[in-house]
C-alpha cells in the first residue's frame, strides 16, 4: 500500500511565495516520476509541473519561470515552490507520483489534496 501526504498548502497574497511538500511511503520499490496538478473552482484538473528520472522536468507555460519542482535524494519527496504567485493560481494542489511496487505491479497514485489561495 502507498500513501501520499501533501502539505504547505494556505492563504497568500499576490506575489507572496507558497511551497508544497507531497511524501510518499509504503509498499515502494521505485518511483519513475512525480508531479503536481491543480484544480480550481469549475475547472478540469490540469498539469503543473513534473519531474522524471534524470530530473527531467516539465512545466506548464504559466507556471515556467515562477515556479520549481525538487526532489529529495531518496526520491520520496517531492516539492513545489511558487513564487510570484498570482490570485489565478488559486486552486487545490495534486501531487501525482507514478511508483512501481514491491510486488513488481505500477501504477499512478494522487495524493488528497492542499488548498492554495492567492488574494489580490
Known amino acids: 500500500q502507498v500513501q501520499l501526504v501533501e502539505s504547505g498548502g494556505g492563504l497568500v497574497q499576490a506575489g507572496g511565495s507558497l511551497r508544497l511538500s507531497c511524501a510518499a511511503s509504503?509498499?515502494?520499490?521505485?518511483?519513475?516520476?512525480m508531479g503536481w496538478y491543480r484544480q480550481a473552482p469549475g475547472k478540469q484538473r490540469e498539469f503543473v509541473a513534473q519531474?522524471?528520472?534524470?530530473?527531467?522536468?516539465n512545466y506548464t507555460d504559466s507556471v515556467k519561470d515562477r515556479f520549481t519542482i525538487s526532489r529529495d535524494n531518496a526520491w520520496r519527496t517531492m516539492y513545489l515552490q511558487m513564487n510570484s504567485l498570482k490570485p489565478e493560481d488559486t486552486a487545490v494542489y495534486y501531487c501525482?507520483?507514478?511508483?512501481?511496487?514491491?510486488?513488481?505491479?505500477?501504477?499512478?497514485?494522487w495524493g488528497q489534496g492542499t488548498q492554495v489561495t492567492v488574494s489580490s
Open positions: 509504503g509498499a515502494i520499490r521505485l518511483i519513475n516520476g
Open positions: 519531474i522524471r528520472l534524470g530530473d527531467i522536468t
Open positions: 501525482n507520483v507514478n511508483i512501481v511496487n514491491l510486488d513488481w505491479s505500477s501504477g499512478d497514485y
